[in-house]
C-alpha cells in the first residue's frame, strides 16, 4: 500500500529538548516537504526537498532542520523546540518536483506536537 | 503572491442536505486541488481540477480559470463528510513550487 509514514503521531516534549519527527515513503517518490498547520493560518510550507541531498527552504523554516540522506526518508528535526512551534505537522510527497500535481501528492497522517 | 480565499468559513447541515463550497484565487494558478481533512486531521486528496468538472459519486468540483473560482458540491451530505475542506494552488515560486493553501471550510453534517 502506497504510503507517507510520520512518528510520532501524537508528541508533548518540554521547550529545549532536541526532538526529530520522521518521515517515511514507500513509493520511490523524489519530492518530499514538510508542513505545519496553525488555527487562522492554514497549512504552511516548511521545507521541501526535491531529491536527495537536495533541500531547500519553504515559507517558516526558523527552528528547523532536514535532512535528506536517502530517497525514502526526510526528517523533521527541531534542535531547541518553543512553544510557538506547538502545531500539526504534515509530511508530503510525490512523484517528482515536476510533477507536483494532481492526485499524486500524498499526505502523512499528521503528528501533533505540543512544547511546552 | 498568489492568495486563496474559501467561503463560508463555517457550515451546519443536516444529513441529507446539499451544500457548495467556494474557493477564490487572486491569480493565475497550475493547478487547483481539492483536500478534505477529517476530524483526526488526516488529509485526504479529492479533486484536482485545473480547469472544467468533475464527479465522485456524491461529490463534483468545478474551476472556471477565466474568473479565478472554483466549486465543491456536496450532495446529500452525510456525517462522515464532516471535517474541514480546504483547497489548494500550485504555483511556481522561483526554484520552488509549492501549495498555496486556503484557510478551508468547517463543515460539520448533523444527523
Known amino acids: 500500500e502506497a504510503q507517507v509514514t510520520q512518528n510520532p503521531r501524537y508528541l508533548i516534549t518540554v521547550t529545549g529538548k532536541k526532538l526529530t519527527v520522521t518521515c517515511s515513503q514507500n513509493?520511490?517518490?523524489?519530492?518530499m516537504s514538510w508542513y505545519r498547520q496553525d488555527p487562522g493560518l492554514g497549512l504552511r510550507q516548511i521545507y521541501y526537498s526535491m531529491n536527495v541531498e537536495v533541500t531547500d527552504k519553504g515559507d517558516v523554516p526558523e527552528g528547523y532542520k532536514v535532512s535528506r540522506k536517502e530517497k525514502r526518508n526526510f526528517p523533521l528535526i527541531l534542535e531547541s523546540p518553543s512553544p510557538n512551534q506547538t502545531s500539526l505537522y504534515f509530511c508530503?510527497?510525490?512523484?517528482?518536483?515536476?510533477?507536483?500535481?494532481?492526485?499524486?501528492?500524498?499526505f502523512g497522517e499528521g503528528s501533533w506536537l505540543t512544547v511546552v | 503572491g498568489i492568495q486563496v480565499e474559501q467561503s463560508p468559513p463555517d457550515l451546519i447541515l443536516q444529513e441529507g442536505a446539499n451544500s457548495t463550497l467556494r474557493c477564490n484565487f487572486s491569480d493565475s494558478v497550475n493547478n487547483l486541488q481539492w483536500f478534505h481533512q477529517n476530524p483526526w486531521g488526516q488529509l485526504i486528496n479529492l479533486f484536482y481540477?485545473?480547469?472544467?468538472?468533475k464527479q465522485n459519486g456524491r461529490l463534483s468540483a468545478t474551476t472556471v480559470v477565466t474568473e479565478r473560482y472554483s466549486l465543491l458540491y456536496i450532495s446529500s451530505s452525510q456525517t462522515t463528510d464532516s471535517g474541514v475542506y480546504f483547497c489548494a494552488a500550485i504555483t511556481n515560486a522561483g526554484n520552488n513550487r509549492k501549495l498555496i493553501w486556503g484557510l478551508g471550510t468547517s463543515l460539520a453534517v448533523n444527523p
Open positions: 481540477i485545473p480547469s472544467g468538472t
Open positions: 508530503a510527497s510525490s512523484p517528482s518536483y515536476w510533477g507536483l500535481v494532481g492526485n499524486t501528492i500524498y
Open positions: 513509493m520511490n517518490h523524489e519530492y
